[in-house]
């Protein structure tokens, strides 16, 4: 096997001495002879570097590894599989570099023989740039966050920037509680603008004049119910002294709402305060979107079917926010008047003497027609009291006949006492009850 480039004595026999011709066979032994690229671009660069005009390359031929710098060669094994066991050790057969270019040609004039080009490190590249760049970020993201995080009242004295806050906020610390507050003069006299109180736990409480703001209005800057930035000051701080100095009627309400809440969780159960919570719950909202509790509705149809007239002069006057008529309308459409015989009171007629008594129980007035037609009689009521009446009186358009034939026994008029009245479900609705006089 010999080598293409002009001069080069790579491949051939040696014939000389014996001690030439064994050092010539120690560098034949040295030497590589490796094919040329087929890459057309690789193979053109091949061909203006060796020196030789008008050739043309074929399959067999071949160029040692003489004309190459030593960096242009694969030496040890490389495993694209970094899970396998890695075998170390070098070649058997050295190869070369796919960008391998021949530039040595030692038997030829020195100027046909120019230097291996200087690669490129990896770091001069622009892949190799933003993957330290984003390393570089990725870092001095962690070590802000790590700044900024706070555990402790003590470390928020250390760590606020005074450059970031309003210039008019001062600060007063206590033992449990950290106070940061904004002053402003008016006629001549200072006065406290806004406070932002973190307590010990790094729970906080902000307030405009003397109205307290709820959390809501910052849960873009701090989240949770606790402080744990730093920049959660400095935003929070900057957010009370743009905000406007009399804070408008839903701040308001929500902030009484919470104090209430606030008390209410500790304390015993207190009626009059929970009326009041829902009172000032219902206070901000649309009429169309307000939700009455079940006490509060309850009280409505109670008073709203006692004297409809007083109910209707208090939802004028706006003493109290109470739902509408047309609203208790619907919820008495709503329920349906099920009789329930296990829970509604039983009655009992007692027999009568030479009478005949005709009942009607009409829905939903229950209106009770009694006709007495006996000449020359008088009745009187039995007790009904804590008697039933037949299941057969329930149901509706029910009559019910009894004849006595005694000439000699006094009778007097059943009188139906307000005690066996059915109930009514949803109002003091009272049964009407008609009597016609002796016949």
């Known amino acids: 096997m010999l080598c293409c480039c002009p001069g080069c004595k790579s491949g051939t026999r040696y014939r000389g001495k014996k001690k030439q011709k064994i050092e010539a066979i120690k560098n ?12 057309l671009e690789i193979l053109s660069t091949w061909l203006r570097r060796i020196p030789r005009k008008n050739w043309k390359p074929n399959n067999n031929t071949r160029i040692c590894s003489n004309h190459f710098d030593p960096s242009c060669f694969i030496i040890e094994r490389v495993d694209s599989n970094s899970t396998r066991k890695k075998k170390g050790g070098n070649l ?40 330290k760049q984003e390393t570089q970020i990725k870092n001095e993201k962690i070590l802000l966050l790590e ?16 450059t970031l806050i309003p210039t008019c906020v001062n600060v007063y610390k206590e033992e449990k509680c950290l106070i940061y507050y904004g002053m402003k003069i008016e006629s001549d006299t200072p006065k406290i603008k806004f406070n932002l ?19 809501n209005q910052v849960l873009e800057i701090c989240p949770h119910s606790n402080i ?32 209430l809440n606030e008390y209410l969780s500790t304390s015993s159960p207190n009626t009059h305060l929970e009326s009041i919570r829902e009172q000032l719950y219902l206070h901000p909202t649309h009429k169309n979107g ?28 706006g003493l109290l926010i109470l739902p509408t008529v ?21 009655y009992e007629i007692s027999p009568l003497d030479e009478n005949i008594l005709s009942a009607n129980l009409l829905e939903p007035h229950y209106e009770i027609e009694t006709q007495v037609n006996v000449e020359d009689m008088q009745y009187e009521s039995s007790n009904l009291d804590e008697k039933m009446i037949p299941p057969s009186l329930l149901e509706p358009h029910c009559e019910i006949e009894t004849e006595i034939d ?15 009245k059915p109930p009514i479900l949803l109002g003091l609705l009272h049964p009407k009850i008609e009597t016609d006089g002796l016949s």
């Open 28 to 39: 034949r032994a040295k030497v590589s002879f490796h094919k040329l690229p087929k890459d």
């Open 92 to 131: 058997k057969h050295q190869r070369l570099k796919p960008d391998a270019i021949p530039t040595m040609f030692p038997n030829l004039p020195s100027y046909l023989s120019t230097p291996a080009p200087t690669m490129r490190s990896t770091s001069c590249l622009s892949t190799e740039r933003l993957i």
């Open 147 to 162: 700044k900024d995080k706070v555990k402790t009242l003590s470390q928020i004295l250390e760590k606020i920037d005074t």
């Open 197 to 215: 109180t973190i307590k010990d736990d790094l729970t906080y409480t902000m307030k405009i004049g003397k109205f307290k703001i709820p959390r």
């Open 228 to 259: 744990d930035k730093i920049s959660q000051v400095h935003n929070i701080l900057v957010f009370l002294n743009t905000y406007p100095h009399q804070p408008d009627k839903i701040h308001v309400t929500e902030g009484l709402l919470e104090i």
């Open 290 to 317: 307000r939700k009455y509790s079940t006490k509060l509705l309850d009280a409505a149809v109670l008073w709203q079917n006692m004297c409809p007239a007083l109910y209707n002069q208090i939802l004028a006057s």
């Open 326 to 346: 047309q609203h208790i309308r619907r919820i008495k459409r709503s329920v349906k008047a099920e009789v329930n015989l296990n829970k509604i009171q039983q």
């Open 406 to 420: 005694d000439d000699e026994t006094q009778h007097e008029t059943l009188n139906l006492d307000e005690k066996i």
